[in-house]
């Protein structure tokens, strides 16, 4: 009897033990830990963006600028462009005058998603880019351009990305034309 009486105590003991481990456990709030996003620069935009998306609004070959900070702060008007197009990856030059400097300029919109800091409330330039590759003015392959942010609003901002080859601007020759032959425009997120 005394094995009967020491076994039922051990497995009562054994009981309580598990009852007490199972009230614990569910008691104690299941945490999982969440990957961190990994930001890096993306895509984000085409020529021709639809409403509420970033992309590119219109690539220029405009007159070339001494100062373009100043010039491309503020909206340039496709009447003073030499050419333009709201596509990307299009030939141009058959109205840009030979032996005339000017520069590539390429106005993009980016809305809050790809450039907005919420933390900071304000906009942060730095978290998008633009990269150009033009073989006929020898813009090497992804060659990062210069950004002057027009304006923005509490939905985009708008910023010219532009190459004026140093300061000199760029030029062709007689029935030479200037075809963007890659251009991206990406967002770090």
Known sequence: MNKTILGSAMLGTIAIVAITVMVMMANTPMTREMPEKIREWQAVGDADPGAGASGVLVVYVYPHQAVPTTAYASNISTVTAYEYNDGLNASLGTDVPYDTAFDIVVKVRANTTHAYNSTGSCWEVSWIRANI?????????????????????????????????????????????????????????
């Open 133 to 189: 590759t033009c073989a006929d003015l020898s813009i090497g392959a992804d060659t990062a351009m210069s950004e002057q942010e027009i304006t923005n609003t509490s939905t985009y901002i708008w910023v010219h990305y532009y190459m004026n080859n140093a300061g000199a601007g760029y030029q062709i020759s007689h029935g030479e034309s200037v075809n963007v032959t890659s251009f991206t425009f990406d967002a770090y997120y």
